[in-house]
């Protein structure tokens, strides 16, 4: 058993607690070592995403004990895809955070940053729908922590919001997984599979009560109408890094959502019939709709990209919620572009906020800002990614996604839905654009020796070294990988399409779960089932 | 006994909702606590009810209440706690921060400080303390 | 428009703006009929070619006036591809063809008179018929072309238009797209006589800049060529009818039959003709008014392209705006109303839709204890609901619930929940007190009765859902055994202990447990954290100038000193005890962590928090770390055994004076949770102690702070606790 299924869960562990024992005092050594705990995940993903690639499904069963009795790691190509996207955009989230200075404006921002890092690779690689809680928990209670870093009456006021709706995210959490033990008496994903299948139809309702608490749940986590309260305030008052690290955060929800309603309430599961099926796809054009109208209707370029996010939550699932390989296969491609894009923007509205005179990223007019054309440059990238315009990664996703629904029923819909708002959303973003970049005024009172400096909302608690080319560098390499997305749509597109197989047979994941044998001890009348 | 517990969560779970839908940060605080609760006995509730069984092996007593449940309820009761400790210090610091404990935000109402006396004349803030 | 004048020949009639057509037609086999589709392709083009077509009349510049009745023209092509019909694809192909010749044509003799005449304005313009007869006789076949006068191709696809346009119903009306084709061919008529009558006809004009006069053959031959193709069409449509028709089989795609309508001068006296005449007739009738009528347009304040699209944007994102921030107001309550109602909803609805089974288990007897206790929880909730304005009063019933659900859980055969429970209890408690400490002491009543009672009603509702989904679940029974059978059997065997819960924690799903001290952990940094962000801005000041507390007399009284100093060693005992015992007896790491921690807290109690946190050598987060270390350390010590990451073992161990004890691996986890409890909770209520200790306190007591550096110098990164 290959114990590099679990490195991506125990390294930013230990580097975090190491972090908070031994260097808390040297914010040097805290950079470097979050940074190269960071590099090293990011290497193990890529085994871990390679070792998947020909279709193997790697098990870890924790303390050795077997399947459903213990707790089981799992490795497909799914998780392999998301603990890699996760890895890919830590790193240059990271120097970001590092160049900007943010994370030495509050506490313990790396010890966080790599909690957080582990609770969102925990969640991608677990076997078990307890601790996918577990999980879930340990990334949210980071994310509190990383949401309200370096604190402001405004941030603590959303983050009382953020942190209570979450709150009840997770009370509804527990209540699907205490119905869900108690229908079939586990907790094991592969096992719940095998078990639910073989539910009578006449014992359906609890199950099926289980099974929309849980999609609800996820529905939260992936900012999906109307359970999407929680995001455009939280996202938008995060500091940048972290709102940009929090883009992978809402495809935690829409991962499980494809995990659970592939394996465990498959779309042709009789007992689940009329429930998913029926309503998903109307409240992902609405999240879609909604999106779109925030990015055109935002005062402010973080509101702006805090709606994008919602809006590629709502394309997103779109994809999904067809249930066919295709529309997941366009899902995936369109969820990596969205976090990469959205990413990016987060990071570029922190760029402008700290460069503008007075850190506003209202529309108000204000004097250009420094490095006015390279900034500039990458927000056009970036906005016709986030848009869907050719010729980037977001318009192949969007057109994998309208291909991806030709068969459905309702196509009619998805596609005057998702066109319109395309249009809405181009709009939005020349406003934004033209309003912080294009329509700045050179100030005329500027005295000469008082060039606009860059606004410092808070200063650096130490005088740690601050290189300031590392944020662009940052920025750039986020979207040179959006670039490589999209010249590599073919091969990554192939490569998605054989995952959406593998989550359609999942024969082999569930028989690899459960029949590899654990650690040896008396069976007397050990087998459950 | 299936009944108390039942509506026990029942009550525990409405109360819990009633005081998360307030607008102060406390009575929210104490809300989620509640359905932390209520989400517990449920979770506890999962593995059917026992009394005298404890899953505490003994030799000759074969009937044992189901331990997994309450295994989840053990970590969920910690993880419960470790989130209302967060929810207060924020909470604490958005109502330092601002001297206003209302938990609803109005974007285009900055905090400034005519709101705080506001909030300071009607009682909420530390005027009104002996 | 603003392009050279070859360029924007080429642009507008020939080739970008026919890409979007392109696109269109390339879709029309998969997208046309629905009815989506025809609404929104056809009215969006109708409305395109009618508009631009009125603009077009009233530019004075040549180039401009072309440009608008491009629009225009493409509306008119757009239309016809929304009505889905294959006759509407086959006049959209052929108009395509034809606008290309004549629109270059034209394009090209506007660059020709703008290089000859010095302008493009047509009010400077005039008379020219006379000096560039070549020039004019291009232009007046190509513009009569563009007006739809018979023998010119413009005619035959425009007669196709119309008659297309008559079959056609939009939005439940017949007369809609008819009379809306016939003004918008109207206008067409009317600009291209324009563009002939002003520019060649009418005075000569002295103040031309120069002299002008027919250019070269380079000059006109290409557009004479295109219009040699205008009307070559026009006479003898016979000979573009085999490209029409191929290309219109392409735009098709076998999705529908070819149309059987052949492309010809004379159909008859059909409808569309006398649409055509109207057009015509109503065309030149303009021209002669057209004074009055271009005043009149200029004093209702022309509509601007670029005026209008701002206003149209603006309106637009006003419009975004008011929605997207009218559901986003900030209000949480209303937040999670919603979450609260969508979820009994579709639960409900889930619940609804599925078949419930009967009971199949027996319910256990009421007993008068359980009974009583039943009732304190029930109450104790319902008096906390009501009385929870009073703050204090709430945090004491809230101990209450607490208490009776840790009873609960002892009677109900789970004493590792009844003890985690009560300590929990106590510490947070005392969490919520040290918060209280800065809140309000009281809650205002701000709702309205009817938003109380909204609420109430959204609650009953939950709290029904709630307890009718448990009380199902307690009546009824696993669909299959369950998983923990196999805990039962195997936690003394291959966990090594008796206590099957605590063997479940830290062996069969330690992975959950390790996740939950890390939950912990984290709280207490975020606290933490919080605290120095709190400490270090405008809030330290504020908590400074708090008004001091009237507070007992004695703040450490004698007494209470003593029993915690005698008390310490014999709590610190009963949690290593607690340790020790807890893989087979109820305990753990867990509890043994909480009853420590208590114990420390006794201390800060008892003899103030100066006194305690100088005695205090070890720092909460090295503690909290080097649980987290020690948990993972144990667990990845297995890897060294060729053992998954929490593989545990155990052996009996015997120190001479003590009995006979065991040592499992598990017990190293059960201290790493340990640890980390005890950190995690000590720095939490630390952070909290150290916030309430800026307000009121003399200054001469920071120095024996944690850290003084911290106060006089914020910007050191060394001030931890």
Redesign the interface.
């Known amino acids: 058993?290959s114990?590099w299924v679990?490195a991506p869960v125990?390294l930013p562990?230990?580097m975090?607690?190491?972090?908070?024992?031994?260097v808390?005092?040297h914010?040097l050594l805290q950079r470097v070592f979050s940074l190269a705990g960071t590099v090293a995940i990011l290497a193990v993903a890529a085994g871990l995403y390679w070792t998947t690639s020909d279709g193997t499904i790697l098990l870890?069963?924790?303390?050795?004990?077997a399947a459903?009795?213990?707790?089981v790691l799992v490795a497909d190509r799914l998780s392999a895809l998301f603990v890699l996207l996760t890895s890919v955009l830590a790193v240059p989230v990271l120097l970001y955070a590092i160049g900007s200075g943010w994370d030495?404006r509050?506490?313990?921002f790396h010890?966080?940053f790599q909690?957080q890092l582990?609770g969102i690779l925990?969640a991608f690689l677990t076997g078990d729908a307890?601790?996918l809680f577990?999980?879930f928990?340990?990334l949210l209670?980071?994310s509190?922590?990383l949401m309200?870093?370096?604190?402001?009456?405004?941030r603590?006021?959303?983050?009382?919001?953020y942190?209570?709706?979450n709150?009840?995210g997770?009370?509804?959490f527990?209540?699907a997984?205490?119905?869900i033990?108690?229908?079939?008496?586990?907790?094991?994903m592969a096992?719940l599979a095998q078990?639910i299948a073989?539910?009578?139809?006449?014992?359906?309702?609890?199950?099926?009560?289980a099974?929309?608490?849980l999609l609800?749940v996820f529905a939260?986590k992936a900012a999906i109408l109307?359970?999407h309260?929680?995001l455009?305030?939280a996202y938008a008052t995060s500091p940048g890094p972290v709102a940009a690290l929090f883009a992978v955060m809402t495809k935690v929800g829409a991962y499980s959502i494809i995990r659970f309603y592939t394996l465990i309430f498959p779309p042709d599961l009789a007992?689940t019939q009329?429930?998913f099926d029926t309503?998903l796809l109307p409240a992902a054009l609405l999240t879609l709709t909604?999106g779109m109208?925030?990015?055109?209707?935002?005062?402010r370029l973080d509101d702006l990209v805090a709606?994008a996010v919602v809006g590629s939550m709502g394309m997103l699932m779109i994809a999904i919620s067809v249930f066919t390989p295709a529309g997941i296969a366009a899902a995936l491609y369109y969820a990596v572009h969205s976090t990469l894009a959205t990413a990016a923007l987060f990071l570029l509205a922190d760029v402008v906020g700290e460069r503008r005179a007075g850190g506003s990223l209202g529309y108000d007019p204000a004097p250009p800002i420094p490095g006015s054309g390279l900034v500039a440059g990458l927000f056009f990238a970036a906005a016709i990614a986030m848009a869907g315009l050719p010729p980037l990664s977001g318009f192949v996703g969007k057109l994998l996604i309208l291909n991806a629904t030709?068969a459905d029923a309702r196509m009619?819909?998805v596609?005057?839905v998702i066109l319109s708002t395309s249009l809405?959303a181009v709009?939005?973003f020349s406003?934004a654009g033209s309003a912080i970049f294009w329509k700045a005024y050179a100030p005329e009172a500027t005295l000469p020796d008082a060039p606009p400096q860059p606004a410092e909302p808070a200063?650096?608690?130490?005088?740690?070294p601050r290189p300031t080319a590392l944020p662009m560098v940052a920025v750039g390499a986020l979207m040179a990988l959006l670039v490589a997305v999209t010249v590599f749509a073919g091969p990554l597109q192939r490569n998605f399409a054989a995952t959406a197989a593998q989550l359609f047979a999942p024969a082999p994941y569930i028989s690899v779960v459960l029949e590899t044998p654990g650690?040896t001890?008396?069976h007397?009348?050990?087998?459950?089932? | 006994m299936e009944l108390l517990v039942a509506s026990s969560v029942g009550v525990l779970t409405a109360a819990g909702i009633y005081m998360?839908l307030r607008l102060r940060?406390f009575p929210?605080i104490v809300g989620?606590a509640l359905?932390?609760y209520?989400?517990?006995v449920?979770?506890f509730?999962?593995?059917?009810l026992a009394v005298n069984q404890p899953p505490i092996l003994r030799d000759g007593v074969s009937a044992y209440t189901d331990p997994?449940?309450q295994a989840?309820v053990l970590?969920?009761i910690v993880?419960?706690f470790?989130?209302t400790a967060?929810?207060v210090i924020?909470?604490l610091?958005?109502y330092l921060?601002?001297r206003?404990d209302h938990?609803n935000?109005r974007?285009d109402r900055?905090?400034r400080q005519d709101h705080q006396d506001r909030q300071d004349h009607h009682g909420g803030g530390e005027g009104a303390q002996p | 428009m603003a392009a050279p004048t070859p360029v924007s020949a080429y642009l507008h009639s020939a080739t970008m703006v026919k890409a979007g057509l392109f696109l269109m037609a390339r879709l029309w086999p998969?997208?046309s009929g629905?009815?989506?589709?025809f609404v929104?392709v056809t009215g969006t083009g109708l409305v395109t070619m009618v508009i631009a077509a009125v603009i077009a009349l009233f530019k004075n510049d040549l180039k401009a006036l072309l440009a608008f009745s491009t629009v225009s023209h493409l509306g008119l092509i757009t239309m016809l591809l929304g009505t889905g019909t294959a006759f509407g694809a086959m006049a959209a192909v052929f108009h395509i063809l034809n606008h290309a010749t004549f629109k270059a044509a034209l394009f090209m003799t506007a660059g020709i008179i703008d290089h000859e005449a010095g302008t493009r304005d047509i009010t400077r313009l005039g008379g020219l018929r006379k000096l560039m007869p070549v020039t004019f006789v291009i232009t007046a076949l190509a513009s009569l072309s563009m007006a739809g006068i018979p023998f010119f191709n413009g005619f035959l696809s425009k007669e196709m238009m119309l008659e297309e346009a008559t079959r056609t119903t939009l939005l439940g009306s017949p007369l809609l797209v008819p009379v809306l084709a016939t003004v918008g061919a109207l206008f067409s008529a009317a600009y291209a006589f324009r563009y002939l009558v002003h520019v060649f006809f009418g005075p000569k004009r002295e103040e031309n800049p120069g002299l002008p006069h027919d250019p070269g053959f380079g000059m006109w031959g290409p557009p004479a060529v295109l219009v040699a193709a205008v009307v070559v069409i026009g006479v003898a449509p016979a000979l573009a009818e085999p490209l029409v028709r191929s290309v219109t089989a392409a735009v098709l795609g076998g999705a529908a039959p070819m149309p059987g309508a052949h492309l010809r001068i004379w159909h008859g006296l059909t409808p569309a003709l006398g649409m055509s005449a109207i057009a015509v007739t109503g065309g030149a009738v303009l021209l002669m008014a057209f004074a009055p009528l271009a005043r009149a347009w200029a004093a209702a304040g022309p509509p601007a392209a670029k005026t209008i699209f701002d206003a149209i944007?603006d309106g637009?994102?006003?419009?975004?705006?008011?929605?997207?921030?009218r559901?986003?107001d900030?209000a949480?309550t209303r937040?999670?109303a919603?979450?609260?109602v969508?979820?009994v909803a579709?639960?409900g609805?889930?619940?609804a839709?599925?078949?419930?089974?009967a009971p199949a288990r027996d319910m256990l007897p009421v007993e008068p204890l359980p009974l009583a206790g039943w009732l304190l929880l029930v109450v104790a909730t319902l008096v906390l609901v009501r009385q929870h304005r009073n703050r204090f009063v709430a945090l004491v019933l809230l101990g209450v619930v607490g208490l009776m659900i840790s009873i609960g859980f002892a009677y109900l055969s789970a004493p590792d929940l009844a003890l985690t429970q009560l300590s929990v209890e106590v510490v947070t408690v005392i969490l919520l007190l040290l918060a209280l400490n800065f809140l309000p002491r009281e809650t205002p009543v701000e709702s309205p009765a009817g938003l109380r009672l909204r609420d109430g009603a959204i609650a009953a509702v939950v709290g029904l859902g709630?307890g009718a989904?448990?009380f199902?679940?307690l009546v009824?029974d696993?669909?299959?055994?369950?998983?923990?059978?196999?805990?039962l059997?195997?936690s003394y065997?291959?966990g090594g202990g008796t206590n099957v819960v605590n063997v479940i924690l830290v062996?069969?799903?330690?992975?959950?447990t390790?996740?939950?001290i890390?939950?912990l952990?984290?709280?207490a940094?975020?606290i933490?954290?919080?605290t120095?962000?709190?400490l270090?801005?405008p809030v330290r000041a504020r908590l400074l100038n708090r008004p001091v507390e009237k507070v007992a007399g004695d703040a450490h009284p004698m007494m209470m000193v003593v029993v915690t100093r005698v008390m310490m060693p014999l709590i610190l005992m009963v949690g290593v005890y607690i340790f020790l015992r807890g893989h087979n007896e109820p305990g753990g790491g867990f509890i043994a962590g909480l009853v420590v921690a208590i114990a420390v807290v006794m201390q800060y109690m008892a003899s103030g928090y100066a006194w305690a946190s100088a005695r205090q050598r070890v720092p909460y987060?090295?503690i909290?770390?080097?649980g987290?270390?020690v948990a993972?350390l144990t667990?990845?010590g297995?890897?060294f055994f060729g053992?998954?990451?929490?593989?545990?073992t155990f052996g009996y161990v015997r120190i001479p004076p003590l009995a006979e004890f065991e040592l499992a691996t598990a017990m190293g986890f059960d201290l790493g949770v340990f640890l980390c409890v005890l950190g995690a909770v000590m720095l939490s209520l630390d952070s909290f102690a150290r916030l309430a200790r800026r307000a009121g306190i003399e200054a001469s007591e920071f120095d024996i702070d944690i850290d003084p550096s911290r106060d006089d110098a914020?910007?050191?990164?060394?001030a931890?606790g």
Request: net charge negative; hydrophobic share 55%; proline share 5%.
């Open positions: 058993m114990h679990i125990i562990a230990m975090a607690a190491f972090i908070v024992l031994v808390r005092f914010p870890y069963q924790l303390g050795n004990w459903p009795f213990g707790i030495m509050g506490r313990h010890a966080l909690f582990m925990g307890f601790n577990v999980f928990e340990v209670i980071a509190y922590g309200i870093h370096s604190g402001g009456a405004r603590f006021r959303v983050g009382v919001q942190v209570v709706y709150l009840l997770s009370t509804l527990l209540f997984l205490g119905t033990y108690a229908e079939t008496g586990t907790l094991n096992d078990r073989a539910l009578p139809m006449d014992d359906s309702a609890g199950i099926r009560v099974a929309v608490m609800m939260v109307p359970l309260f929680w455009p305030a007992i009329g429930l309503w909604l109208l925030g990015i055109l209707g935002a005062r709606f030709m009619a819909w596609w005057a809405i709009i939005g406003r200063p650096p608690l130490d005088a740690a650690r001890v008396g007397d009348d050990g087998e459950g089932h | 998360v940060t929210v989620t359905l932390s209520a989400v517990n449920f979770l509730a999962s593995g059917r997994l449940p989840l970590t969920a993880i419960s470790g989130m967060v929810v924020v909470a610091g958005a921060s601002s206003d938990v935000d974007p900055p905090i | 998969v997208l629905t009815d989506a589709w929104i944007v637009l994102a006003l419009l975004s705006r008011t929605i997207t921030e559901l986003h900030g949480l937040y999670a919603i979450f609260s969508t979820v579709v639960a609805h889930a619940w839709t599925g078949a419930a089974p709630a989904l448990v199902t679940i009824g696993f669909s299959a055994p369950t998983i923990s059978a196999y805990h059997a195997n065997k291959g062996d069969f799903r330690g992975y959950d390790f996740g939950e890390i939950v952990g984290i709280a940094l975020v933490y954290a919080t120095e962000a709190l270090s801005g987060h090295g909290i770390g080097a987290v270390l993972g667990g990845i297995a890897w053992a998954p990451f929490l593989t545990s914020p910007d050191t990164g060394k931890e």
